[in-house]
C-alpha cells in the first residue's frame, strides 16, 4: 500500500489543522491505520489510529480530546482534525497503515512521507 499524506502547515496556537493521508494499492478496507509523530530531536509516538471496518479510535493521551481521527472508506482516505495546537505539537506527522498494539506499543508497517506541523507561540 502507498500512503501520501498533506495538509501540514504554520499555524498559531490555538489554532487548527486538517491532515490527509491518501492510501492505494489495494483494498484499504481491513486494517488499522493511524498517525504518529516525530519532534526534532524526539523519538517517533503514536498520535491517533483508526480501524478502517467498524471505526474504533485510539488516541494518545496528549492529544485525546483536541485530534479527531476519521476515514472515508469510498475514497480510502483517513484524516486527522487538529484543534486546540499547542507547540508541543510540532513535528514531522506521519501517515501509517497496518498498524498493531502490543505490549503498550503501536507499530506500522506502511508508512507514508511525512507532512510538518509547525505551531507558534
Known amino acids: 500500500v502507498q500512503l501520501q499524506a498533506s495538509g501540514g502547515g504554520l499555524v498559531q496556537a490555538g489554532g487548527s489543522l486538517r491532515l490527509s493521508c491518501a492510501a492505494s494499492?489495494?483494498?484499504?478496507?481491513?486494517?488499522?491505520m493511524g498517525w504518529f509523530r516525530q519532534a526534532p530531536g524526539k523519538e517517533r509516538e503514536f498520535v491517533a489510529a483508526?480501524?478502517?471496518?467498524?471505526?474504533?479510535?485510539w488516541y494518545a493521551d496528549s492529544v485525546k480530546g483536541r485530534f479527531t481521527i476519521s476515514s472515508d472508506n469510498a475514497k480510502n482516505r483517513v484524516y486527522l482534525q487538529m484543534n486546540g495546537l499547542k507547540p508541543e505539537d510540532t513535528a514531522v506527522y506521519y501517515c501509517?497503515?497496518?498498524?498493531?498494539?502490543?505490549?503498550?506499543?503501536?507499530?506500522?508497517?506502511?508508512w507514508g512521507q511525512g507532512t510538518q506541523v509547525t505551531v507558534s507561540s
Open positions: 501509517a497503515a497496518d498498524l498493531s498494539f502490543y505490549g503498550g506499543i503501536w507499530k506500522g508497517q506502511n
Open positions: 494499492g489495494r483494498s484499504t478496507n481491513t486494517y488499522i
Open positions: 483508526i480501524a478502517r471496518s467498524g471505526g474504533s479510535t
